[in-house]
């Protein structure tokens, strides 16, 4: 709970004692680096630091900047909620289930109804090439 008492009271200043310093690592990364600065430290601190890391020269070719596959692992993931809706078809095309037949249906002719639950294909180039992307389909 919250004390009113606490909300005016003067932030109070640490002790020398106290105060904030650098945490060690960074101090003995300084002090293996400038040994003349710090003779306090022993030398000994020096080979348990980690050596510098090595830079790789960058691999041929574009930039990454330039390179579509920058991100990761390049690959496309398969986009699930199409991979329920869409399937394959035997012949390599890529079919879907007609809408309208789950409820609604005590005014709508039998053969309207059946025709319903067959499947369709997918109409239109665009479309079915962006299916195919979405659905990893070469």
Known sequence: AHR????NRPALPLPMSMSITRPLASRLSRAAAFPSL?????????????PAARVLPPPPGPPA???FRSFGAGA???NR?????FRVSGG???????????????HKTRGRVNGLGASAGIKG???????RKLLKIP
């Open 4 to 7: 009113p008492e606490e909300k």
């Open 38 to 50: 710090f003779p306090s430290l022993s030398s000994s601190v020096a080979p348990r630091l980690a």
């Open 65 to 67: 900047s330039l390179s």
């Open 76 to 78: 496309m993931k398969t």
């Open 81 to 85: 909620s199409a991979a329920k809706r």
């Open 92 to 106: 390599g095309g890529i079919r879907r289930n007609k809408a309208g037949k789950s409820h609604n249906t005590g």
């Open 125 to 131: 180039k665009n479309i079915e090439k962006r299916m």
